[in-house]
């Protein structure tokens, strides 16, 4: 077999990015054959429109042979269901972020691939965006030195019905796992964890600047938090912010400080007094070739170098590159930031994991509505 078969599951903005993303890309060792949906006339417009197979049920997609993996992409509350479902008809299974709302369900998970012996992977598309390999790269080297200090931004605007609309799944409690936390925090929370290690405490702000229904979580948040190897970072997040969707990073260290900036056709900037930096004692962009663009470029070449890399597992008999645990650990960071909210103050990785081990974390989502700050009190929106 020289490329694997992909079928998808919900055919959403999502899934369209992971389409455009191999679309006239002859090298890659995949194709998308199939979807399904359980809007119909979504179904039928989306396989229109990239010539694919539909199916109607679930059931029947899930028998079919004309694929051997599948791509889910759906509420967030139906990953784990969804993944069990797939793992269980023997696909393998790429499964869009967050892996779950709770750290039980990211169990179920791992355990539903694991028994059906299938490969499973969180399509985190930050972890794969060429900047971020290389900016791993150069922490590896030391160009950076110990990083201490940091902080990072997403601002993707939504259109304001995504938060006042109480009909749609994005954004609540119950479907979406939570608001922008959940929902945007997770990437940062995923790459932070690559380069940094560990958290060990968080603190966190939710807020709304959109009078939004109770079920609809936070459009904006601050989240600081601590890792174990000492480093402070700070991360904002966004849906209100008007702008093009971007996300931007910085990095200080004891020699040197990395700046990133998606927006820029070159996204990294770097500034080092290590000997074997570019140019010492100076801001230089690498001279290294990674193929990157300003949205929505850098999301479709992101998707590619993804899903290729689940097809080349699947095709090799490999372990994904970013295992399911690590997806769990970003869980972790959500919902300790939740936590954080609730408390009201630093709330330790430990605190967390005392609940994992007794209630359940599933009590950390509960009543979050009564800890958002309701900004929008001072917000007059034209």
């Not at 599951?9 to 399904?36: D, R, W, Y």
């Amino acid at each position: 077999m020289d490329y694997v078969n992909f079928g998808i599951i919900g055919c959403g903005t999502a899934a369209g990015f992971h389409i455009l993303g191999v679309k006239n890309q002859p090298e890659v060792k995949l194709k998308f054959v199939a979807a399904h949906d359980v809007d119909e006339k979504n179904l039928k417009r989306f396989t229109r429109r990239h010539k694919i197979t539909a199916y109607t049920e679930l059931e029947n997609f899930l028998q079919s042979d004309e694929f051997e993996a599948v791509l889910i992409t759906v509420p967030h509350y139906l990953h784990a269901p969804i993944t069990k479902q797939a793992a269980d008809a023997g696909k393998h299974v790429l499964c869009e972020k967050p892996m779950a709302p709770t750290l039980e369900e990211c169990d179920t998970m791992i355990q539903a691939t694991k028994e059906a012996g299938v490969k499973f992977m969180i399509a985190e598309n930050h972890r794969f965006l060429p900047a971020h390999q290389y900016i791993k790269k150069v922490l590896v080297k030391g160009i950076l030195g110990d990083v201490y200090l940091g902080r990072t931004y997403e601002g993707a605007f939504c259109e304001s019905s995504q938060f006042l609309d109480p009909n749609t799944w994005n954004f609540r409690f119950d479907t979406g796992g939570g608001g922008v936390v959940a929902d945007q925090g997770v990437h940062k929370f995923s790459i932070l964890n690559w380069f940094l290690g560990e958290v060990d405490y968080a603190q966190c702000w939710c807020g709304k600047a959109f009078n939004s229904p109770e079920i609809k979580g936070e459009d904006n948040a601050i989240i600081l938090l601590h890792y174990k190897s000492g480093a402070m970072i700070d991360v904002s997040v966004s849906s209100t912010t008007i702008h093009p969707l971007n996300n931007n990073l910085e990095l200080h260290g004891t020699i040197g400080t990395l700046l990133e900036d998606h927006s820029w056709n070159d996204p990294i900037k770097i500034f080092s007094s290590h000997n074997e930096a570019e140019k010492k004692g100076q801001y230089y962009i690498p001279s290294e070739y990674f193929e990157h663009g300003p949205y929505p470029k850098y999301y479709t070449i992101s998707a590619r170098y993804e899903d290729t890399h689940f097809a080349e597992c699947i095709l090799n008999g490999e372990k994904p590159e970013f295992t399911p645990e690590q997806a769990k650990n970003a869980v972790a960071v959500v919902l300790l930031a939740y936590l954080s909210a609730k408390n009201g103050r630093i709330t330790y990785m430990d605190e967390l994991m005392e609940i994992y081990n007794t209630i359940g974390t599933q009590n950390v989502l509960e009543n979050l509505a009564d800890v958002i700050h309701h900004n929008y009190n001072q917000i007059h929106w034209s």
